[in-house]
């Protein structure tokens, strides 16, 4: 097998699901023997990894909010880009994951890039499928050699913003299978440092916060449930300091907590349920899904955007009405009145994931789109 010079572009605000999903597809292809390295202006998102990280910054995201200051920036982000490239020659292969690293570094040179591979997350927001964008993306598009997608859907849109289907790899995101499963010493240290014994129902959410995660509805939900229940939200945002202040008036029901990077395992253990609170362009099989699985918790979501997996498995409910607080609490009410209900699913949850998920296939896959030749 080729042993390939990988160079990874990610620039970000947020530390969340996409940034720490591409960290450990850079750390598995680390341990199959490539020369990884990530430029990016959050370095610490490789901490505990063997991915070689570099600073580079280069700006807001793009987004609606910050098009016109990418714009004016580009001949500055480009400068920089070419800098950053011209030091990591020679450069086989360009990994890309966020629109503007994709856009711009399609007007470089190959001598620069190597061969251009993109990763979505995610589906593309509908403001990337129409107007001026998705011609931007689209032409941008052209340059790529490969476009891998974590699921149909995320492909689907891709598509509907003009990339070639030709060039499209569904792959759903690496989660190493023996670096997640349940940890009863890291639920009990958990559960003790909350306060908390096996008498408390703990619903867990992993997500960043963000208005487009419906993070408020579990919130509200508080509001139909009595002191049994603890809603812990780990993660970071914008909208962090707006959700405590929701959150303020349950007191203690609800609590905060930092990214749970390096210990997930340890933080799903010591919940009893997740609850799963979708974007309205969720994955279809986010991250945090299949981590919980592997764990062996069922899964509550608001919205059935991204939740194909719980249904397949029979391992969770998808509430209805859809992002309805009472809805949301009248399900984790039936989840902590049975917990032979919550064993059974959480176990049909771990078998459904072992069955269908191959790490292996899914480096292979990345590897053959990098061009390594097997």
Request: aromatic share 4%; charged share 25%.
């Amino acid at each position: 097998m080729g042993r390939l010079r990988i160079i990874s572009i990610q620039t970000t605000g947020e530390r969340g699901g996409a940034e720490y999903a591409n960290v450990d597809l850079l750390d598995a292809l680390v341990a199959r023997g490539h020369d990884i390295v990530l430029l990016t202006n959050l370095t610490d998102l490789v901490a505990g990894t063997d991915v070689l990280a570099r600073e580079l910054d280069l700006g807001p995201k793009l987004a609606g909010r910050s098009v016109v200051r990418v714009v004016l920036q580009a001949p500055r982000t480009i400068l920089r880009l070419v800098r950053a490239l011209r030091s990591e020659r020679p450069v086989a292969a360009l990994l890309l994951h966020f629109k503007k690293e994709q856009m711009l570094c399609s007007l470089l040179p190959r001598r620069l890039t190597g061969t251009i591979v993109w990763v979505e997350w995610g589906p593309l927001p509908p403001s990337m499928r129409r107007g001026p964008a998705r011609l931007l993306y689209a032409l941008a598009a052209r340059r790529a050699h490969r476009i891998i997608a974590v699921s149909d859907g995320t492909a689907d849109t891709v598509v509907s913003a003009g990339a070639p289907r030709a060039k499209l790899i569904v792959m759903p995101d690496l989660v190493n299978l023996h670096r997640v499963e349940f940890d009863p010493m890291g639920r009990e240290d958990m559960r003790g440092s909350w306060g908390v014994d096996d008498s408390t129902l703990v619903v867990g959410c992993v997500a960043r916060l963000q208005k487009r995660k419906r993070n408020d509805v579990l919130i509200d939900a508080m509001a139909y449930l009595d002191k049994g229940v603890l809603l812990v939200m780990a993660g970071e945002g914008e909208e962090e300091q707006a959700l405590r202040r929701r959150a303020a008036p349950h007191d203690k029901s609800v609590r905060f907590v930092p990214n749970v990077r390096g210990h997930v395992g340890a933080f799903l253990s010591a919940c009893d349920l997740l609850a799963f609170a979708p974007s309205p362009t969720e994955a279809d099989r986010p991250r945090v899904i299949v981590m919980a699985q592997l764990v062996g918790l069922p899964i509550v979501a608001t919205d059935p955007e991204g939740a194909d997996a719980v249904r397949r498995s029979g391992a969770g409910t998808i509430v209805s009405p859809h992002n309805d607080p009472r809805a949301v609490a009248a399900a984790i009410e039936a989840y902590r009145d049975d917990p032979p209900r919550r064993r059974r699913e959480g176990e049909n949850a771990r078998r459904a994931i072992l069955a269908s998920y191959d790490p292996e296939q899914v480096l292979d896959t990345v590897e053959q789109a990098l061009g390594v030749r097997h």
